[in-house]
């Protein structure tokens, strides 16, 4: 009850000692005119008083008002010691003022601080008695501002610890009519009472942040309030505007390494841009030893670079040539695929670009960058094995079942549009051997064998949206029908394999097979589904 019954006789004691204080000076001015001398005295209640009851009621409002001083004046230093020793308890003040007398309970080492203070300014401002209590008056008013403005901050803000069984009546006037009192009289006060006012804050302030900030753990409401209200409504605003940015203009993400596939990527990706009105990041990571310094690294690269043309300055001049927007870093890393899979973690690219040259199939291939960015990466990944791509007329697809047959389809279908190219979808029918064609029997079975697969064909590519002609072969070995059927064709585009991870380590996956050994450039393309 005492959260409750505290604020109501605070609140109740201020309203009766307001209605007295109105009645007392409703008083003095029907007792005397407005031009009476008497009324501007400072002694004007003592005059009153004995004009009525004489020597005796002049001696009892002077000692009503002496002990009026001194109960103020206790009032005072009970609550500023108690602030003393509050600031000592959260460190924010030396733990000298955090002591608790053994007998009274009572901080006494903050009263004792707080009282001599006190009279060492009576000593020294003793003539300047008037501008003491001005400033003393500013900062209350100051205080009973931010005690106002805190109301309404705590109210929003409403942390977890604030559950407060007194709510403000009349909530947000009484707050706002108090605040703004407080500043109404604040104004009016004396200049040097604001400048010797606003020197002490000031002071106290550097104070604070240059002693004090590194060692207090709490979290002002404010705080949470400025996050909460502004900060984070920010941060959605711009994450939404960065998404409806990727949405408008999506991010194709190109990593490059090697001069022999610089070319041939930019020709894949230049393609894919354009069809999806995307933008190109070129990406030319540098791996440097364990044992190298990043900084050692980015200066030997900026040398270079001063020297030569870099590979990526070549790619930023070829892609402008094609009419794609596009940027570039270079970053220096210990481990390349990490730098990677970092920018497109920033980025989120709607696809990763990758070249390969060389061996697809030894065991050595699962240690290497591509296949690293290919386990970990959130997004589609497109692998280009080189193996001279030039004009690209003829597109050949196998087709499977799962998800990266079918992004494979639509990279096709992008593909073939921007380069005027036909697209050739494939399905392979493993048969029971060629000695099983020698009977009609067989014959007829290979032939509906053949039928499912054309009709396979032709449901994946409904399904894709994608228009190319079909053809379905039954064969005994799926990798060389592939690569038989892609003798007169200039791009292979093939899904990522999800065999047994096993087998495909020892004996490698299909695409890996057919990267080795067609004689055309492959793409072989994993979904993020």
């Given at each position: 009850?005492a959260?409750?019954?505290?604020?109501?006789?605070l609140?109740g004691s201020?309203?009766?000692?307001?209605?007295?204080?109105?009645a007392?000076?409703?008083?003095?001015v029907?007792?005397?005119?407005y031009?009476?001398?008497t009324?501007a005295?400072?002694?004007?209640l003592m005059?009153l008083?004995?004009?009525?009851?004489?020597?005796?009621?002049?001696v009892l409002v002077?000692l009503g008002?002496?002990?009026?001083?001194?109960s103020?004046?206790?009032?005072?230093?009970?609550?500023?010691?108690?602030?003393s020793?509050?600031?000592g308890r959260?460190?924010?003040?030396?733990?000298?003022?955090?002591?608790?007398?053994?007998r009274?309970?009572?901080?006494?080492?903050?009263?004792?601080?707080t009282?001599?203070?006190?009279l060492?300014?009576?000593?020294?401002?003793g003539?300047?008695l008037?501008?003491?209590?001005e400033?003393?008056?500013?900062l209350s008013l100051?205080?009973?501002?931010l005690?106002?403005?805190?109301?309404?901050?705590?109210r929003?803000?409403?942390?977890?610890?604030?559950?407060p069984?007194f709510?403000?009546?009349?909530?947000p006037?009484?707050?706002?009519?108090g605040?703004?009192?407080?500043?109404?009289?604040i104004v009016?006060?004396s200049?040097?009472?604001l400048?010797?006012?606003?020197?002490?804050?000031?002071?106290?302030?550097?104070?604070?942040i240059?002693f004090l900030?590194?060692?207090?753990?709490?979290?002002g409401?404010?705080?949470?309030?400025w996050?909460?209200?502004?900060?984070e409504?920010?941060?959605?605003?711009a994450e939404?505007?960065?998404t409806a940015?990727?949405?408008?203009?999506?991010?194709?993400?190109?990593p490059?390494?090697?001069p022999q596939?610089?070319?041939?990527?930019?020709?894949?990706?230049?393609?894919l841009?354009?069809e999806?009105?995307a933008?190109?990041h070129?990406?030319?990571?540098?791996?440097?030893?364990?044992q190298?310094?990043l900084?050692a690294?980015?200066?030997?690269?900026?040398?270079?670079?001063?020297?030569?043309?870099?590979?990526l300055?070549?790619?930023?001049r070829r892609?402008a040539d094609?009419?794609?927007r596009?940027?570039?870093?270079?970053?220096?890393?210990h481990?390349v695929p990490s730098?990677?899979?970092?920018?497109a973690?920033?980025?989120?690219?709607?696809l990763?670009l990758?070249g390969?040259?060389?061996?697809?199939?030894?065991?050595?291939t699962?240690?290497?960058?591509?296949?690293n960015v290919l386990?970990?990466?959130n997004?589609n990944?497109?692998v280009?094995?080189?193996n001279?791509l030039?004009?690209?007329?003829?597109i050949?697809v196998?087709?499977?079942s799962?998800?990266?047959?079918?992004?494979?389809l639509?990279?096709?279908?992008e593909?073939?549009?921007?380069?005027g190219?036909s697209i050739?979808?494939?399905?392979?029918?493993v048969?029971?051997?060629?000695?099983?064609?020698r009977?009609?029997?067989d014959?007829e079975s290979l032939?509906?064998?053949?039928?499912?697969?054309?009709?396979?064909?032709?449901d994946a590519?409904?399904?894709a949206?994608?228009?190319?002609e079909?053809q379905?072969?039954i064969?005994t070995?799926?990798?060389?029908a592939i690569i038989n059927a892609?003798?007169n064709?200039?791009l292979i585009?093939i899904?990522?394999?999800?065999?047994w991870?096993l087998r495909?380590?020892l004996?490698?996956?299909?695409?890996?097979?057919v990267?080795?050994?067609?004689?055309?450039?492959?793409?072989?393309v994993?979904s993020?589904a």
């Open positions: 009850m959260g409750r019954n505290l604020p109501l006789a609140v201020v309203t009766v000692v307001t209605l007295i204080y109105c007392v000076e409703f008083c003095v029907g007792m005397l005119v031009n009476d001398p009324m005295s400072e002694t004007v005059e008083a004995r004009t009525l009851m004489g020597q005796t009621g002049h002077l008002g002496i002990l009026a001083t001194v103020s004046a206790n009032a005072s230093i009970m609550a500023a010691s108690r602030i020793f509050a600031m959260d460190h924010l003040m030396p733990d000298w003022f955090n002591q608790i007398h053994l009274f309970r009572t901080p006494y080492r903050s009263i004792a601080a009282g001599g203070l006190t060492i300014l009576l000593v020294v401002l003539s300047r008037e501008l003491l209590a400033v003393a008056a500013f100051l205080l009973y501002a005690t106002c403005l805190a109301c309404m901050v705590m929003h803000a409403s942390p977890d610890w604030y559950r069984t709510r403000t009546p009349a909530y006037i009484v707050p706002i009519l605040l703004l009192g407080c500043i109404f009289v009016i006060t200049r040097p009472t400048l010797i006012g606003f020197a002490i804050i000031s002071a106290t302030l550097i104070w604070y240059l900030r590194g060692r207090t753990q709490l979290v409401a404010s705080n949470m309030l996050h909460r209200k502004v900060i409504p920010l941060i959605a605003r939404n505007y960065m940015r990727r949405e408008a203009f999506p991010v194709i993400l190109v490059m390494a090697n596939t610089e070319r041939s990527l930019l020709k894949v990706g230049a393609a841009a354009r999806h009105r933008r190109l070129l990406v030319h990571v540098l791996s440097v030893p364990t190298t310094p900084e690294g980015r200066m030997e690269f900026e040398e270079m670079r001063h020297q030569k043309e870099t590979l300055d070549v790619a930023l892609a094609q009419g794609v596009a940027w570039g870093n270079a970053l220096i890393a481990n730098a990677i899979l970092s920018v973690d920033m980025e989120g690219p709607d990763i990758m390969w040259h060389g061996e697809v199939r030894s065991p050595r699962h240690r290497t960058n591509v296949a386990k970990v990466a997004c990944v497109l280009l094995k080189d001279g030039n004009e690209v007329r003829r050949l196998p087709v499977g799962g998800p990266h047959s079918k992004l494979g639509r990279v096709a279908h593909l073939a549009k921007e380069w190219a050739t979808a494939m399905a392979v029918q048969g029971r051997g060629y000695s099983a064609s009977s009609d029997f014959r032939q509906f064998f053949q039928g499912l697969a054309e009709e396979f064909i032709r590519l409904t399904e949206g994608v228009t190319a079909v379905a072969v064969d070995d799926v990798d060389q892609s003798a064709q200039d585009i899904g990522a394999s999800n065999n991870f495909q380590w004996f490698g996956s299909i695409p890996d097979r990267a080795n050994r067609a004689s055309a450039s492959v793409l072989m994993r993020k």
